[in-house]
T-cell receptor, first 113, second 113 residues
Framework: AQTVTQSQPEMSVQEAETVTLSCTYD???????LFWYKQPPSRQMILVIR??????QNATENRFSVNFQKAAKSFSLKISDSQLGDTAMYFC??????????FGAGTRLTVKP | EAQVTQNPRYLITVTGKKLTVTCSQN?????MSWYRQDPGLGLRQIYY???????DKGDVPEGYKVSRKEKRNFPLILESPSPNQTSLYFC????????????FGEGSWLTVV
């Protein structure tokens, strides 16, 4: 079974600075998808960014970007110019083709003013 | 508007009293699933369904039942709730083909006393 590991239970960053959240996964598959979800205090699950494993180019969405290292099975999220609204729980998730999504345990990020 | 709707959003119940959490989606998605979220464990899948009348167990199915009589609805049934089922529950849906965005409901807080 695929596993997703987020080794940082909690992190903090000063407003306007950059922070990187780590995620590693374990799979024998070659085709899969990786996601980062944000969960603010409202508990809503918000998709931040997704990456297809067959694409070498790292995905970017405004201030959010990933560092996808397929051989190392690593998928980190970089948040640039951190804002107070980025304070949330962040979940890394893995999905095989047409299959279930598996989540890491989450990283609680606090952005300090 | 694309939506996954769960009800109730908040519920406190007593041990052994049967309850149903409803889930409905308006996107004609084939795939629907239920997750529970617990601190330090992320989201874990309870049950999923790939189409009407097709359901299967996820990682933590004990104590739960589901049904899929219609494509849009996927209720979660707790026949005899116990305190260890106190959790935040999410319903989700997506198209069956791989890599598609998964849509989450807003979550249902369930407390069993």
């Amino acid at each position: 079974a695929q596993t997703v590991t987020q080794s940082q239970p909690e992190m903090s960053v000063q407003e306007a600075e950059t922070v990187t959240l780590s995620c590693t996964y374990d799979t024998s598959e070659n085709n899969y998808y990786l996601f980062w979800y944000k969960q603010p205090p409202s508990r809503q699950m918000i998709l931040v960014i997704r990456q297809e494993a067959y694409k070498q180019q790292n995905a970017t969405e405004n201030r959010f970007s990933v560092n996808f290292q397929k051989a190392a099975k690593s998928f980190s999220l970089k948040i640039s110019d951190s804002q107070l609204g980025d304070t949330a729980m962040y979940f890394c998730a893995f999905m095989k083709w047409a299959n279930d999504m598996r989540f890491g345990a989450g990283t609680r990020l606090t952005v300090k003013p | 508007e694309a939506q996954v709707t769960q009800n109730p959003r908040y519920l406190i119940t007593v041990t052994g009293k049967k309850l149903t959490v409803t889930c409905s989606q308006n996107m004609n998605h084939e795939y629907m699933s239920w997750y529970r979220q617990d601190p330090g464990l992320g989201l874990r899948q309870i049950y999923y369904s790939m189409n009407v009348e097709v359901t299967d167990k996820g990682d933590v199915p004990e104590g739960y039942k589901v049904s899929r009589k219609e494509k849009r609805n996927f209720p979660l049934i707790l026949e005899s709730p116990s305190p260890n089922q106190t959790s935040l529950y999410f319903c989700a849906s997506r198209e069956l083909t791989g890599g598609n965005t998964i849509y989450f409901g807003e979550g249902s807080w369930l407390t069993v006393v």
